[in-house]
């Protein structure tokens, strides 16, 4: 779901977790069918098409969950969305991780603020920017 998209995230660099990301949601939409997942997901036609071609256009985390959870073996888009954040926020935990610190370590132009408004939800994450959290709590982690 996202967060487990690698065996060993703390080992993967950003860009790997992206890829695996995008690997995910491929999956998801090669076994159920690309109109099946456009019409239930919400999600627009032409970015799973994009994704379905191997493309990695611009997708937000709740984007990415409503995709996911077309497939019968994960959860409803809500559950997906509260895990993602509930397991970055206690790795921010565990690594003694501030926001401000995230901010300082990630390339995608964010502020500390503006992490901790994605992991709150009040922003739109994409998953670039997961990407790029989740390496830095990950690595703080090993």
Do not use: F, W
Not at 62 to 71: Q, R
């Amino acid at each position: 779901m996202l967060y487990d998209a690698v065996d060993e995230p703390e080992l993967a660099s950003p860009e790997s977790l992206l890829t695996a990301y995008y690997t995910q949601l491929r999956t998801v939409i090669d076994t159920v069918g690309v109109s099946v997942v456009a019409n239930e997901s919400g999600v627009s036609a032409e970015t799973i098409d994009a994704i379905a071609a191997g493309e990695t256009p611009r997708v937000t985390t709740e984007d990415a969950a409503a995709i996911l959870a077309v497939s019968d073996t994960h959860p409803e888009t809500e559950a997906i969305v509260y895990e993602l954040r509930d397991h970055l926020l206690m790795g921010m935990t565990a690594g003694i991780l501030s926001v401000d610190a995230i901010a300082a370590k990630i390339e995608v132009d964010l502020t500390g603020q503006e992490v901790q408004q994605a992991l709150e939800g009040r922003t739109e994450m994409t998953l670039e920017a997961l990407a790029a959290i989740q390496h830095v709590i990950e690595t703080a982690n090993n």
